[in-house]
């Protein structure tokens, strides 16, 4: 899991903290270390943002949380003296450091540091309005994602190799930052470690390749959230469904890299099988005695917790479906087959959207240690540009247990003929008639058809 330090000294600092309370706080822990109360005074602390109130000159008082592992340091601090104190007390960490200089006269002996000059940012940005001046790249483009920084973690498939086995059809590296040095891609180019690649391409393309670079492959449920999340609503379910719901969730809690299982219950009643699960420090089980609604509990817990993924049935679907396209965090639909039987997993190919997911994919199968089967049962549509993509795909993650099977039969029929598959698909749109889909089909309704099936539905934002 990603861990950032930030000093916050300065009213910038709470508003980087309310950004990332905002957006971006499933993407990891967040440890802030302040001295004013105003820096706090809009804030609680969650799962995954902490605070400490310690004066910025008391060093040894958070030695220790400056001293850990980080994939970032952020110091923040308007006070020119004390920025410059922790700056020194930090330069022996080996976790990359940012640091945001609000002063045009400071010694800067340190080279390994990524600097936010405010001066030179704002300066710059009046130069761009004066005529007769260069105008220099920094608001270009067309704004939807077609540029696009990447940091390179060391675990990265990429690093010490060249920058064009990153190269797609439609999207390269353009350019490496390092060392606050500007770097054109020749042939005798390498990346490094912890270097920033500039990728210029097709924006979904440029997704993809970020997931790749990073690396995400084992971490799901992240980017959702961190947790697996199961709301009983004991009063509208069976002992039975309660029972497999349960046995679901455990199954995927000790297989998927979560945080924890947050088991919600609703409508309470007596079921000695959920209370023997307090025992365990990371299945956190809460019992809501005042609301009685399923749908206005999701969503209530959907703003308190990081989650990832959803436990439900298809009675559950099916009964608050637009609450869940809505929500758009993956689900784990209950087939009527133990997914503990699973023996392999299957994918049913439609263009566009399989692309949007196929990080999740490689990454459950890897995860559940399961092979993986992709159908191509659309002979009207050529594939295989698709194909070659998720074939890349498995080689670059070094997938040896994927096959691509091309069929002119009914993909449908066939899978139901077998047992103990689990289903992967992208969640587009909320489940239509299925009177509708006889007479009109579409491949990202085919799903509602193989409902004995265990399937994840992933959202395609």
Not at 67 to 93: G, R, T
Not at 151 to 173: D, G, M
Not at 241 to 258: G, Q, T, V, Y
Not at 373 to 385: A, K, L, R
Request: glycine content about 2%.
């Amino acid at each position: 899991m990603n861990k950032v330090l930030i000093f916050a000294g300065c009213n910038e600092a709470t508003l980087l903290i309310n950004k990332i309370v905002k957006n971006y706080l499933n993407l990891g822990e967040f440890h802030i270390i302040y001295q004013d109360d105003e820096i706090k005074n809009n804030f609680e602390e969650k799962e995954n943002l902490f605070f400490y109130k310690i004066n910025f000159y008391a060093y040894e008082l958070y030695k220790t949380i400056l001293h850990k592992e980080y994939n970032k340091i952020i110091i923040l601090v308007k006070n020119k003296k004390e920025a410059e104190f922790i700056l020194k007390k930090s330069v022996d960490n080996k976790s990359p450091i940012m640091f945001v200089k609000f002063w045009n006269e400071f010694e800067f002996p340190y080279r390994n540091i990524e600097i936010i000059d405010i001066p030179e940012l704002i300066s710059n940005k009046i130069i761009d309005f004066l005529p007769g001046v260069p105008l220099f790249a920094r608001d270009i483009g067309l704004g939807i994602g077609e540029i696009l920084e990447v940091e390179v973690p060391p675990h990265s498939p990429f690093v010490y190799s060249h920058p064009n086995k990153i190269n797609t059809k439609n999207a390269r590296v353009v350019a490496i930052y390092r060392n606050n040095e500007f770097r054109l891609i020749n042939q005798n180019s390498m990346i490094l470690p912890n270097d920033k690649l500039l990728l210029i391409g097709e924006p979904e393309e440029l997704k993809d390749l970020f997931n790749k670079i990073k690396k995400n492959i084992g971490a799901f449920p992240q980017p959702y959230g961190q947790n697996i999340y199961l709301l009983l609503d004991m009063k509208n379910l069976e002992k039975r469904e309660i029972s497999n719901l349960l046995k679901s969730a455990l199954f995927l809690h000790r297989k998927l890299k979560n945080k924890k299982l947050i088991i919600k219950i609703i409508n309470p009643s007596i079921n000695n099988q959920i209370y023997k699960l307090y025992k365990f420090q990371n299945i956190e089980i809460e019992t809501d005695y005042f609301e009685d609604s399923y749908e206005k509990c999701l969503i209530k817990d959907t703003q308190k917790y990081s989650i990832g993924l959803i436990i439900i049935n298809n009675k559950i679907f099916y009964k608050y479906s637009k609450t869940f396209y809505k929500l758009k965090i993956p689900l784990f639909k209950k087939g009527v087959e133990s997914i503990k039987k699973c023996e392999s997993i299957k994918v049913l190919l439609h263009e566009n959207e399989i692309k949007t997911i196929a990080s999740v994919i490689f990454d459950l199968a890897f995860q559940l240690s399961k092979p993986l089967t992709f159908i191509d049962g659309d002979p009207e549509n050529n594939q295989d540009e698709l194909i070659e993509y998720l074939t890349n795909f498995a080689k670059l993650f070094s997938f040896n247990d994927v096959n691509i099977k091309k069929t002119e039969d009914n993909p449908i029929f066939e899978l139901n003929k077998q047992n103990y598959q689990c289903i992967i698909t992208p969640f587009i749109n909320k489940p239509r008639n299925k009177l509708l889909q006889i007479f009109n089909p579409k491949m990202e309704y085919a799903y509602q058809f193989l409902e004995k099936f265990n399937q994840f539905l992933i959202p395609v934002k």
